[in-house]
């Protein structure tokens, strides 16, 4: 747990609880510390502690303090928003575990006859198990939100359902569906004046084509979700710069990819949202690692894994393993390289992250003469890149590989 996602949840716990609760929460924070410290220093330990090991019990033990003891200082209502911002801010910093046990709480105890709450819940517990590669656990969280706000006939809600299921479709490997859903969104948003949502969409759409290897198309969508997206919205414009990071990786233009990624890194510092973090550390140190800084893009990538390894998100930690097969194959480590690509292939189950990875395990058999291999391997890509009719991805490739197919 990072001091910053606790100085927050302080902060939001004042907020709504007022300075006494501080007061008190401090006075009894200072007495729990004396005590336990003067017995680590008296008595042996079972166990091992390092003064970092000691420090993340005396924050895990006062995040669990804030949540219980605001609970004196407010009604029921009042306790409950409290609560769902907590889980909130615990989302944004990668506190999955523990967003997802206050919510699961909340889902028990808040009023029935509350259903945009509680629409909100389901619908927070689905990005919670979305994040964290649980797929089929977040379509029904998201199903059950979306028949919620389709019966307070929430419009805004609908859309936003509807449009992170299409995202969840997308990350499945069902492209087509998704798209369906975010042109429908678009499409719905304008007449609803929602341009947040056309924003949403728009950018949705955008990494549809990146897959697809569109990438002027992808990079007209951004424009466009630049133009009505909120400015003001740091969490929105991380995610655009990041898009255009990949779009231009693809595109092989690095220095305005690396530029794009400079702008979300400043926004980061703003909103320290560790999962988004972790895929710029990614994205970063793929183009690192082409650009042949070996040693930094090692520093990044390992970096990433830590975050994912932290949050849970295999998916990351695929691309991860993916990126440090890329690296040891251009070290001429090729068993150690193999044996990444290895874990990538496994833990994926899109389409194109396989085809992706495949690429990049052909391009190793290829740097130790094994073209018979590369040509089994590369077979393998074009079969995942047809399942997801990524025509020009298939023709790029046929090109760079036509001596080897």
């Known amino acids: 747990?990072?001091?910053?996602?606790?100085?927050?949840?302080?902060?939001?716990?004042?907020?709504?609880?007022?300075?006494?609760?501080?007061?008190?929460?401090?006075?009894?924070?200072?007495?729990?510390?004396?005590?336990?410290?003067?017995?680590?220093?008296?008595?042996?330990l079972p166990e091992d502690l390092s003064t970092y090991q000691k420090e993340l019990i005396l924050r895990d033990i006062d995040f669990d303090t804030i949540v219980h003891q605001s609970a004196k200082f407010l009604d029921k209502d009042d306790y409950h928003k409290l609560l769902f911002n907590i889980a909130t801010i615990a989302i944004k910093y990668g506190e999955f575990t523990r967003g997802k046990e206050i919510l699961l709480d909340l889902q028990k105890t808040t009023d029935r006859k509350n259903l945009a709450l509680i629409a909100e819940i389901y619908r927070k517990l689905g990005k919670i198990d979305f994040y964290t590669n649980n797929f089929n656990s977040a379509h029904k969280y998201f199903d059950k939100?979306?028949?919620?706000?389709?019966?307070?006939?929430?419009?805004?809600?609908?859309?936003?359902?509807?449009?992170?299921?299409?995202?969840?479709l997308v990350e499945e490997g069902k492209y087509y569906e998704g798209e369906i859903r975010f042109i429908q969104v678009k499409k719905l948003a304008h007449e609803y004046k929602l341009y947040d949502l056309v924003a949403n969409a728009n950018m949705n759409l955008g990494n549809i084509y990146i897959i697809r290897g569109i990438y002027d198309d992808a990079i007209g969508c951004y424009k466009e979700t630049l133009k009505v997206g909120n400015k003001d919205d740091k969490e929105m414009l991380t995610n655009l710069y990041l898009n255009f990071a990949i779009c231009y990786k693809f595109k092989k233009e690095y220095k305005i990819a690396l530029n794009y990624l400079e702008k979300a890194f400043d926004l980061i510092k703003e909103t320290n949202n560790r999962y988004k973090k972790s895929?710029?550390?990614?994205?970063?140190?793929?183009?690192?690692?082409?650009n042949g800084n070996l040693n930094t893009a090692t520093a990044l990538v390992t970096s990433a894994f830590a975050i994912s390894a932290e949050t849970g998100d295999r998916l990351s930690a695929a691309e991860a393993y993916k990126i440090l097969g890329m690296i040891n194959r251009e070290s001429k480590k090729y068993d150690i390289a193999l044996s990444y690509f290895e874990n990538s292939?496994?833990?994926?189950?899109?389409?194109?992250y396989i085809a992706?990875?495949?690429?990049?395990?052909?391009?190793?058999y290829l740097a130790t003469d094994d073209k018979s291999m590369a040509k089994k391997i590369?077979?393998?890509?074009?079969?995942?890149?047809?399942?997801?009719?990524?025509?020009?991805?298939?023709?790029?490739?046929r090109e760079k590989y036509s001596n080897v197919l």
């Open 1 to 44: 747990m990072s001091k910053q996602f606790l100085f927050d949840v302080l902060g939001l716990a004042e907020k709504h609880c007022g300075s006494e609760f501080t007061r008190k929460l401090l006075e009894i924070r200072s007495e729990r510390e004396r005590i336990l410290n003067n017995v680590w220093r008296k008595e042996p």
């Open 145 to 168: 939100s979306l028949k919620l706000y389709t019966k307070i006939e929430d419009n805004a809600g609908i859309l936003s359902l509807k449009n992170v299921i299409g995202a969840l």
């Open 279 to 290: 895929l710029l550390y990614l994205t970063k140190a793929e183009i690192e690692c082409i």
């Open 345 to 352: 292939k496994r833990i994926y189950s899109n389409p194109f």
């Open 356 to 364: 992706e990875t495949l690429v990049e395990m052909a391009e190793l």
């Open 378 to 397: 590369l077979g393998w890509a074009i079969k995942h890149y047809k399942k997801i009719d990524a025509k020009m991805r298939l023709e790029k490739l």
